[in-house]
């Protein structure tokens, strides 16, 4: 039985005019492709982006939910490699795994940033890779309106910002001062450094990591990554990946929350891509 006492996260969206997106960085250092070298029948895979976007894919709370609950309360194991996205989607994935009656232990295998950063902290158990990466900062957000607007959105971000530094302060025992100025500054924390802090209690094995870079599933996620280096925005590049994939609008990643793609992908086609977007980069 789960034995945590971590604090509890806000719920609910409590304004309408922003917008989630991810920083740079974070598609930056995230690589799709690795995944979990052997996965159980009691395992949750985190592999995509925080929240849902409009056309299905991506990790939600519900879809978590769903998993925790056919699993029936036994021991369970999740899985991250992960930029981040929805904060708020983010902390109610983590308020499941906190409440759930099992055991959980999460295994952070390549990237943990942002909300997934949140989602790893409710582990009974956090595991992470030697050359994976927890990334924490302030709630980040696109937003529009006038001043008065504006000034609103900080104010209302401010008490998650409190909850998400709670929540870190709670699993590493560090101290308030210290967990904020991490925040202000984006830190990356690197596995031997998550561990040292109290972010992760162990290491993972590097047996249990695997670099699937030639599916076409994880040729999609680094395409996707390139393009967030040229500043495309992220509905653009869902367009984009839609119509190289030739996923239908209605397409949803499984309730495990790994994102789906159709067999109709060409990697060939997605190699020349990369190819190109690598050179524009340079």
Not at 79 to 88: L, Q, V, Y
Request: glycine fraction near 10%; aromatic fraction near 6%; charge should be negative.
């Amino acid at each position: 039985m789960t034995i945590k006492s971590l604090p509890a996260a806000p719920e609910g969206r409590p304004f309408a005019r922003e917008k989630p997106d991810l920083p740079a960085a974070a598609m930056e250092r995230w690589n799709g492709g690795i995944r979990a070298a052997r996965e159980g029948d009691n395992s949750i895979s985190i592999f995509d982006v925080i929240g849902a976007d409009y056309w299905g894919e991506g990790v939600t709370a519900s879809r978590i939910a769903g998993a925790l609950r056919s699993l029936g309360g036994a021991d369970v194991t999740v899985n991250i490699n992960s930029p981040g996205g929805d904060m708020f989607e983010g902390l109610a994935i983590y308020n499941l795994l906190r409440e759930y009656e099992g055991r959980v232990t999460v295994k952070v295998l390549g990237l943990a940033a942002s909300a997934a950063s949140v989602i790893a902290m409710a582990g009974d158990d956090v595991q992470i890779g030697r050359g994976a990466f927890l990334m924490i900062h302030n709630c980040w957000v696109y937003a529009m309106g006038n001043r008065h607007d504006l000034a609103q959105i900080a104010a209302d971000m401010k008490p998650f910002d409190k909850a998400m530094s709670d929540i870190y302060q709670a699993r590493s025992g560090l101290d308030a001062d210290t967990v904020d100025k991490m925040m202000d500054g984006e830190t990356y924390i690197g596995g031997s450094d998550a561990v040292a802090k109290g972010f992760a209690d162990s290491l993972l094995s590097a047996d249990e990591i695997a670099d699937d870079d030639d599916s076409p599933a994880a040729a999609l996620r680094k395409l996707d990554a390139l393009l967030a280096k040229t500043n495309t925005p992220r509905s653009e590049r869902r367009k984009l990946l839609k119509a190289l994939s030739g996923s239908k609008p209605g397409a949803a990643a499984d309730p495990e929350g790994t994102p789906g793609a159709t067999d109709t992908i060409q990697p060939e086609n997605i190699k020349q891509l990369e190819d190109a977007l690598a050179a524009f980069g340079k």
